[in-house]
Nanobody, 130 residues
């Protein structure tokens, strides 16, 4: 049974940092796209970041414009875990953050589309106070 379990959310002041973790089990995801999405109350789920396999041991990363420069996504395939390091947090970053995995290969137009992902975690709440 495939599971994605997020952790690391919490309450932080504006300007602070958080590191989210997503531990995968049930199979390895080293060749899959691993993404982070978020959803604020009353809003649609939106893309945050993705890491995808490119070739050999090289992985590609992409970010939403709203977080670019403040957020870094990285993965540890040996631990089957993907991380989201978030710095300079803003109140508008407040949302439930979801980890997702999908068999998306070399389709940049798919990475930000949450419908393309096959597996989802339960989400972790991030609250940024002003």
């Amino acid at each position: 049974q495939v599971q994605l379990v997020e952790s690391g959310g919490g309450l932080v002041q504006a300007g602070g940092s958080l590191r989210l973790s997503c531990a995968a089990s049930g199979r390895t995801f080293s060749s899959d796209a691993m993404g982070w999405f978020r959803q604020a109350p009353g809003k649609e789920r939106e893309f945050v970041a993705v890491t995808t396999w490119s070739s050999g041991s090289v992985y590609y990363a992409d970010y939403a414009d709203s977080v670019k420069g403040r957020v870094t996504i990285f993965r540890n395939n040996a631990e089957n875990t993907v991380y989201l390091q978030m710095n300079s947090l803003k109140p508008e970053d407040t949302a439930v953050y979801y980890c997702a995995a999908g068999s998306i290969y070399r389709r940049p137009d798919y990475y930000s589309d949450y419908h393309r992902y096959d597996y989802w975690g339960q989400g972790t709440q991030v609250t940024v106070s002003s």
